[in-house]
């Protein structure tokens, strides 16, 4: 059951916060100020929540539970919150391409990486190169030199 809370809190919470670094994005390109805004509803909102539910449980529960509660409500909120980020895919599509360029941009690619996975783009960074399809390739070499192939 930890585990299960704990795969819920890291992947919520990736998608939550870049989904709010995104919405802070849009006014602001400062990476520092995106990443506050986004770690302070990433951390105070779940816990705000669990402390307001530890306050009206059981006493016995609070003293008990108390900690792996304040796991499942994270938990909860975090993958909540990305559920709706992702399922709302054709509002917020251009909010996590935004965000991705805005991260690249800074020269964090690995995490630009995951926000453009997220939102269903797949970039293609200037060090690289864009891989061919064999078939494209082969037709664009056989079209080059159709000599090479003729009989003699």
Known sequence: MRITAAVGIVLGGFVTLTGVMGVV???VENIWARLVVGLIVVVG???FLADRLLKRSDSTLAT???LGMVADVFAIVLLGIALM???ADAMTSSLFAHEGDLLAKHGSTTMARGV???GGVSPVFP???PTATPNASA???ASTAPAASAPK
């Open 45 to 47: 909102l779940p816990a």
């Open 139 to 141: 037709s664009v070499s």
């Open 85 to 87: 980020l992702v399922g």
């Open 25 to 27: 994005g849009l006014a």
């Open 116 to 118: 453009y996975f997220v």
């Open 127 to 129: 060090g690289e190169k």
């Open 64 to 66: 008990r539970g108390g």
